[in-house]
């Protein structure tokens, strides 16, 4: 339904919104994937990545995340995206639970455990 542009985007922001309610981690990889979908209308994407700030607890899901806050800053150079930020206070939220740091390294941003890192 999230996808489904015939329903109005505030509804979908809802549902989005509601997703996140559930506390179900179990959704986080649908999410990205909805997330990672330019088709999906930006204040859509926008809820859903609010909702795995909420919802995801793993490295794998700061590694996507991290890949799609760099693909998406990317495109936005001057940085005016409320979706970047949003991205970024997500990929923030998951790291901190999920007890990973972000380093970059060269031009590449990694995903290490905070016990490898010191």
Known sequence: MLTNAK???????????????????????DLL????????????RMSVAEA???????KASVEK????????????????????ETIYQALWAVSRRAGVIIVRVGTEYKVLDKQHSQ
């Open 65 to 84: 995340l991290c890949d799609l806050w760099q693909y998406y800053a990317l495109r936005d150079p001057l940085h005016l995206s409320v979706l970047v």
């Open 52 to 58: 795995i700030g909420i919802l995801g607890e793993n």
């Open 33 to 44: 994937k909805l997330l990672a979908n330019p088709v999906v209308a930006e204040e859509v």
């Open 7 to 29: 329903i109005n985007a505030r509804i979908r922001v809802t549902l989005a919104q509601a997703l996140a309610a559930t506390g179900k981690s179990a959704l986080v990889p």
